[in-house]
């Protein structure tokens, strides 16, 4: 999203482990609003669905995702851009190294989250 790298958050919802991401990802285009300028935005594939695809588009966002590999249309995408997802996983791996968030050990979401904002200072810090 906009300026995120390894060690930036731009925002995030927790949601319930059993929902689909895709929703939730709109919801967060949505809340950056329309770029602009066309903006990478570099996606998992289960964000690959068509509304997504079409909410990032309109809200000037360039969306890289593979397509699913049972697309009948499959589409181009930029390959070395889409390597720098890693990026965001190695964010969230440092984030589970906070034994606290690992666990969930929280039974309010607002405890949870407030830690998760503890992790992500201690993270910016160092």
């Known amino acids: ?6 060690d930036t958050v731009v925002d995030f919802i927790l949601s319930a482990g059993q929902c689909h991401d895709a929703p939730f990802g709109r919801l967060l285009m949505e809340t950056a609003g329309k ?10 594939r289960a964000y690959e669905d068509d509304q997504t695809r079409l909410t990032a588009q309109l ?5 890289i995702v593979p397509p699913k590999k049972n697309r009948l249309n499959p589409w181009e995408y930029d390959k070395e851009l889409y390597k720098l997802r890693n990026e965001v996983e190695r964010l969230f791996r440092l984030i589970q190294g906070f034994r606290r968030v690992f666990c969930r050990f929280d039974k309010l979401d607002k405890m949870y989250i407030g830690f998760i904002y503890v992790a992500l200072i201690f993270i910016a810090i160092k």
């Not at 770029?35 to 998992?44: A, E, H, N, R, V």
């Not at 809200?59 to 969306?63: K, R, S, V, Y």
């Open 1 to 6: 999203m906009m300026a995120a790298n390894a």
């Open 59 to 63: 809200l000037h966002f360039d969306p």
């Open 35 to 44: 770029q602009k300028s066309w903006t990478p935005l570099i996606m998992d």
